[in-house]
């Protein structure tokens, strides 16, 4: 790692063209566990979208013609000083999001990782046809300016997740964070100025107004989305004026089956995790939780032991394994499918109330054996509230599976490796885990079916959807 020339973490700016920026109107988000404000960002406006976007054409025209080699060099550098980074990025993104420091610091080292990872990948042309008389070639061309629209649940892995994709394919990117966690967005754009070129990078904070700006202007080419399935619409509708190619990465409600022969004690802890992690503030959590009649009760009870001692409170303690959740907007909507406990009569584990607090923070809950048509099995919670059911058909489980609008992710548990894919094969899902679940790689790409979204992100699938697909046929006589 050659020496990276650190940045301050206490102000944030915008970056336009290289240069750190901000606005005559500042806002500031709050941080989840005390309900106090954190620092003062811009609020960008229709100017400062219009100056990024004019610069971001600009630079496409010399960035695009760099050879691969050359733009995987930059990208990597840029994996490098987000490392050099990590521990100022590990203690905001806890400051900002809520989330334990510990899984805050695993983002931080993905982020480096998909940083270094995504340019191994290689998008070559492939020759369709070379005979005597005629060569035919499909060519992967860069898009020209994308916009990458970022949730808050994993404010820097999934602008990372865009950025790299984008400008490694040739394009240049406006990255927008979401106004309720601004702030490791704005240095990653800080970051991105030391080592890109002027308008190859450029991120831009808002007060929640600029997305339908972005979604709706002429030269944006393409949008990458990740959020609520609500918004990913308006957004689709949006592109449609000026047909934009877009990836949407939306909600899910993922279910987890858990067959009678697998070894309980092994594999709670384990689910548990993966039902809880970020306070299941995660598309790709498991949400649903669907366990065979025969172990249901030694399951359910050890669910429970295990999920009590893991602790709530500050995401910046040591030992706190579940933070707040991250805005007042979904604490209160995880409040009011709290209230379907009472009025739909359901029968709690574990927690089951919320107590107030100077955070945001949920008591963690799993709900026993509710019914299907129940809110909290029907709807993606985005909050530590888990239902675990009980099942004993095979066709049965997997159509209750199935029997939703989303379609991220699934998995099965089962020591028969035979049986468990053969009904992870028919679970409509984007991703299917046999034995884990929530497992994502640089090199794999993911994303959804139904209404969790179109397109891919990562692995050369990924990487495609910021390109376009040319085709060039070459006469030879």
């Known amino acids: ?18 240069e750190i920026t901000t606005t005559p109107t500042t806002r500031h988000s709050i941080n989840p566990a005390t309900r106090k404000p954190n620092p003062e960002v811009p609020v960008s406006t229709e100017q400062d979208l219009n100056s990024a976007v004019k610069n971001a054409r600009a630079a496409f025209k010399t960035w695009s013609k760099l050879s691969v080699e050359e733009r995987r060099q930059k990208v990597i550098a840029y994996g490098d000083a987000i490392e050099a980074h990590a521990e ?44 005597d008389d005629q060569r035919i070639v499909q060519r992967f061309t860069p898009m020209g300016v994308v916009a990458g629209i970022v949730p808050w649940n994993f404010p820097l892995l999934l602008a990372v997740g865009k950025l790299v994709p984008a400008v490694y394919s040739g394009n240049t990117i406006i990255i927008k964070p979401s106004p309720f966690t601004p702030y490791c967005g704005l240095k990653l754009g800080e970051l991105a100025a030391k080592i890109f070129p002027p308008g190859v990078v450029q991120v831009l904070s808002d007060a929640g107004d600029l997305g339908p700006l972005i979604t709706a202007h002429p030269d944006i080419n393409k949008i990458s989305f990740t959020g609520s399935t609500l918004t990913g619409k308006r957004i689709m509708a949006s592109c449609a004026n000026t047909l934009k190619s877009l990836t949407l990465e939306l909600g899910g409600n993922d279910p987890a089956i858990i067959c009678d022969d697998v070894d309980v004690e092994a594999i709670v802890p384990q689910v548990a995790t993966l039902s809880f992690l970020v306070s299941a503030q995660v598309c790709m959590m ?21 999920t009590k001692n893991l602790k709530v409170g500050d995401g910046s303690k040591p030992d706190t394994f579940f933070g707040p959740v991250q805005n007042e907007m979904q604490y209160e909507k995880v409040k009011d499918l709290f209230t379907s406990i009472q009025t739909e009569n359901l029968k709690p584990a574990l927690g089951g109330t919320v107590t107030e607090s100077g955070g945001y923070f949920i008591t963690p809950t799993i709900i026993d054996n509710p019914p299907e048509n129940s809110r909290v099995v029907q709807e993606e919670a985005f909050g530590p509230i888990l239902p675990v059911l009980k099942w004993s058909d095979e066709a049965d489980v997997i159509a209750r599976a199935n029997d939703s609008d989303s379609g991220l ?63 060039m046929w070459i006469k030879k006589a």
Not at 4 to 14: M, Q, V
Not at 286 to 306: C, G, P, T
Not at 413 to 437: C, F, P, T, Y
């Open 409 to 471: 992710g699934a998995s099965v548990w089962s020591k028969d490796l035979d049986r468990a894919q053969r009904m992870g094969a028919q679970l409509e899902s984007g991703s299917v885990w046999i034995n884990s679940h929530f497992q994502v790689a640089p090199h794999v790409p993911f994303g959804g079916v139904k209404t969790s979204g179109i397109g891919r992100e990562w692995g050369v699938e990924g990487l495609k959807s910021y390109t376009q697909s040319q085709t």
């Open 88 to 131: 100022e990025f590990t203690k905001l993104l806890v400051q900002e999001q809520g989330k334990a420091h510990g899984q805050a610091a695993i983002e931080v080292g993905m982020c480096s990782t998909w940083a270094r990872q995504i340019p191994q990948l290689e998008l070559n042309d492939v020759v369709l046809q070379d005979t």
């Open 286 to 306: 498991i949400k649903r939780l669907y366990v065979h009649e025969k172990i249901y009760d030694k399951f359910l009870s050890a669910l429970v032991a295990f």
């Open 1 to 18: 790692m050659g020496s990276i020339e650190k940045i301050p973490f206490t102000e944030f700016y915008n970056t336009i063209n290289n």
